[in-house]
Nanobody, 126 residues
């Protein structure tokens, strides 16, 4: 079992930036594809971004591509989501997810998530 903890959410004005972090509670030899999802009030949870175990091709939803960047620091066992040019429609609870056996591509297709964080709230004001 991997425990994930998100941080970095908060209130920001439209056009601003935030950097979310997702840290695993315990370092392990096993590696995981990692991803970010979000859920806005009254809407379904949606994929945001994912990254492979050792880097490489990353995946983004069309709504955030060009504004958000996912990265990871395996030495720190942490995944980041840099969010620039935030819009009010980005307001949501952002969840970190890990896939032990699946791929980042699968996560982009809403498949393979084995572990979830509790989420961090991002609120973007107009």
């Amino acid at each position: 079992q991997v425990q994930l903890g998100e941080s970095g959410g908060g209130l920001v004005q439209a056009g601003g930036s935030l950097r979310l972090s997702c840290a695993a509670s315990e370092r392990t030899r096993r590696s995981y594809a990692m991803g970010w999802f979000r859920q806005a009030p009254g809407k379904e949870r949606e994929f945001v971004a994912s990254i492979p175990r050792n880097g490489g091709v990353t995946y983004y939803s069309d709504s955030v591509k060009g504004r958000f960047t996912i990265s990871r620091d395996n030495a720190k066992n942490t995944v980041y989501l840099q969010m620039n040019g935030l819009k009010p429609e980005d307001t949501a609870v952002y969840y970190c997810a890990a896939s032990q056996w699946g791929s980042a591509q699968a996560m982009a297709e809403n498949r393979g998530m084995d572990y979830w964080g509790k989420g961090t709230l991002v609120t973007v004001s107009s």
